[in-house]
Structure formats: C-alpha cells, structure tokens
C-alpha cells in the first residue's frame, strides 16, 4: 500500500485531482439525498390520494342513501339531463325560425350554458335535424 503524501507534498495537479474527486462524491450524495426524499414525498402524496378516494367514496356513500346524486358524467350536462342539442332543438321548433343570437338568449334565459352553440348548431345541421334559411337563421329540418 502506497504512503500517503502530505497536503504539503501534493502536486497543484495532484490537489486539483482530489478536490474535484470530492466534488463528485459531495454531488452524488446530494443527489442521493434528493432521490430519497422525493421517493418519501412521492409515497406520501400516494396515501393522500388514497385517503381522499376513500373518504369521497364514503361521502358519495351518504348522499346515494339519503336519495340524492353524486356528481358523475351526467353533471355537466343542462337542467333535467338534456343534452345542449336536444335543447337547442326544442328551441328551434318552439320558435318555427330563430337566429342564432335570439337563440342564444334563449337558451342563456333558461339557465343553459351555450358556449359551444355554433358546434351544436353545426352538428345539428349536418345530421339532418336542422336546417339554415340563412347566415345564423334555423328552422327544423
């Protein structure tokens, strides 16, 4: 085994190599350090979720006996489970003719949230359930 130098007999080369060998270890133990902490986080954050799933479940539980709903796919939908296109055409046979602006204030009227009006609009039109007298004027089809 070879003696060791003093500090004092190091080459500049030699006190170069050694500090950027301790450079490295100091990272990689920085590093490890970070690695183990974003893993405990990481399980941490994991039984949080489980927890809230559980406790939802319970309350969705509660409301289900008490009778009343759980939000679910249906909850975006408009008033009584009618989709914005069922609703658009019940306004459009109402109304015999109707421009989209008179359309919208009357779906906005009932509480409805038309923002995608001119897709439902679109769509209604290209299945055959709509038809355009104009620029934004329906009737049914």
Not at 21 to 49: F, I, Y
């Amino acid at each position: 085994m070879p003696k060791r130098k003093s500090i004092e007999n190091l080459s500049s080369e030699e006190l170069y190599r050694i500090a950027r060998e301790r450079e490295e270890q100091e990272r990689l133990q920085e590093e490890e350090t970070r690695r183990e902490e974003l893993k405990a986080l990481r399980e941490e954050r994991k039984a949080l979720v489980a927890r809230h799933r559980s406790e939802l479940a319970a309350l969705d539980r509660q409301i289900r006996a008490l009778g009343g709903r759980t939000a679910g796919r249906a909850a975006g939908r408009a008033r009584g489970g009618a989709s914005l296109s069922q609703m658009v055409l019940d306004a459009v046979t109402q109304a015999g003719r109707i421009s989209t602006a008179d359309l919208r204030a009357q779906l906005e009227g009932r509480g409805v949230n038309a923002k995608n009006l001119p897709q439902t609009l679109a769509y209604l039109k290209r299945t055959g359930r709509l038809k355009s007298r104009g620029r934004g004027v329906y009737s049914p089809a």
